[in-house]
C-alpha cells in the first residue's frame, strides 16, 4: 500500500499489512460503522489502529498532538483511507496481473 501520513513535520510510510491485521481492523470498523456517532471509545481505537497499520512509527500521544498531528478529522478520515488503501492495493495488482495475461506472461 501506498499509505502516508505527516506526524510532526515527518512523513511515515504504511508497511505492509498482514492479513490478521487486516482482519482486526475490518472486525473494528463494523463496530464503529453501525453508529451514528462515534464515542471516545471509538476515537481512541482508531487512533490505536493507526499506529498498529503504520508499524508503530510513532505513538497515539504523536497522533493525537494538538499542534504536529491529526485533528478529528484526520483521525476518522486517516482511519477509513486503511480500507480505500487495500482497495487500491488490489485494483493495482489486478491491473498488473491483467497486463501480464495480455503479454502473454
Given at each position: ?34 453508529k451514528t456517532r ?40 486517516e482511519f477509513q ?25
Amino acid at each position: 500500500m501506498n499509505r502516508k501520513i505527516t506526524i510532526n513535520k515527518k512523513e511515515f510510510k504504511m508497511q505492509k499489512m498482514s492479513i490478521n491485521t487486516y482482519m482486526d481492523y475490518l472486525e473494528l470498523s463494523e463496530q464503529i460503522d453501525t453508529k451514528t456517532r462515534y464515542t471516545k471509545q471509538d476515537i481512541e481505537a482508531m487512533v490505536l489502529f493507526i499506529c498498529r497499520a503504520y508499524g508503530n512509527q510513532f505513538t497515539a500521544e504523536e497522533l493525537m498532538d494538538v499542534e504536529t498531528g491529526l485533528d478529528a478529522a484526520g483521525i476518522i478520515l486517516e482511519f477509513q483511507f486503511i480500507d480505500l488503501g487495500v482497495g487500491e492495493e488490489i485494483a493495482r495488482r489486478m491491473e498488473k496481473i491483467q497486463k501480464n495475461f495480455q503479454n502473454g506472461r
